[in-house]
């Protein structure tokens, strides 16, 4: 757990009638600007992408998973540089993250439609139109091998043990990454669910499409339709929820091939798609 992830503060504990004080610890939330800087070597141009709220820790993995599943680079190769900021305000240095595209990389800008600022719990309200989203998800066509109920089935507790900011502070999201044995192998931890899968997704960007396939999400809340959009676009065929999937996740789940569990508990679960 990063320590900037958690902040201890001094509370009133009302119980069976008596008030104590004591300390608590919350879990860290703040703004992240990302800007980047893009364009021809002569011709640069530099602007402000988006602001998220998030736990700090991980920041580029949270920048490069973002990229990666909004579509903005195709890998981790057309990224020149990622780094903190120092040419801001002092109390804004370690909160605004410059990203370098590679100046052969064409992107255009008046595609990315996105409100500047998003919420802790929105990955997706910036976006032009859903169609959008949907129209740039890869289809995974490949038959996968499930693990055994037992092995699905014994995730959520593993999880539980690896959330430490969640122990101290029962406020904050989990993506995790297991193999099809059941070992959890990489697990982020976020105010915002949509950033705790970016962070994922850049951890473990430099796994290949074989490694992906052998793979499967798992998330520690509800199963939201841009927690697919991102787990699509990172390649993964699998994805577990402890929580309830909406209609539109599952919908864009089958029409992407990605099969889903929901309601993950010890004792069941739903299968989707």
């Excluded at 990302?34 to 920041?59: A, F, H, N, W």
């Excluded at 995730?155 to 099809?180: S, V, Y």
């Excluded at 787990?231 to 029409?255: Q, W």
Aim: charge should be negative; glycine fraction near 8%.
């Amino acid at each position: 757990m990063n320590k900037s992830s958690v902040q201890q503060v001094s509370i009133q504990r009302i119980q069976a009638g008596k008030t104590e004080l004591e300390s608590d610890l919350l879990v860290v939330e703040e703004p992240l600007q990302i800007l980047l800087r893009y364009g021809p070597e002569d011709e640069r141009k530099e602007m402000s992408l988006s602001v998220t709220m998030r736990t700090p820790g991980q920041d580029f993995e949270l920048v490069l998973g973002f990229l990666l599943t909004e579509g903005i680079v195709e890998s981790a190769n057309q990224i020149k540089q990622i780094w903190h900021c120092t040419s801001v305000k002092p109390e804004e240095q370690g909160n605004t993250v410059k990203v370098e595209l590679d100046s052969n990389l064409i992107w255009d800008s008046s595609r990315f439609s996105r409100n500047f600022y998003m919420s802790s719990s929105c990955g997706v309200c910036g976006k032009s139109s859903i169609e959008a989203v949907m129209q740039n998800c890869p289809i995974n066509s490949r038959k996968i091998e499930l693990p055994d109920n037992q092995i699905l089935m014994q995730l959520p507790d593993a999880l539980r043990e690896k959330q430490l900011a969640f122990r101290f502070t029962g406020g904050i999201h989990a993506a995790a990454l297991f193999n099809f044995k059941g070992e959890i192998e990489y697990v982020r931890e976020d105010v915002g669910r949509h950033n705790a899968m970016d962070k994922l997704v850049g951890a473990t960007h430099g796994l290949n499409q074989e490694e992906r396939q052998k793979m499967g999400v798992l998330l520690s809340g509800r199963l939201s339709f841009e927690l697919i959009q991102k787990i699509a676009m990172a390649g993964f065929p699998l994805v577990c929820s402890i929580g309830a999937p909406s209609s539109l996740a599952i919908k864009l789940a089958s029409d992407a091939g990605i099969r889903v569990v929901g309601f993950l508990k010890p004792d069941r679960f739903n299968m989707y798609c």
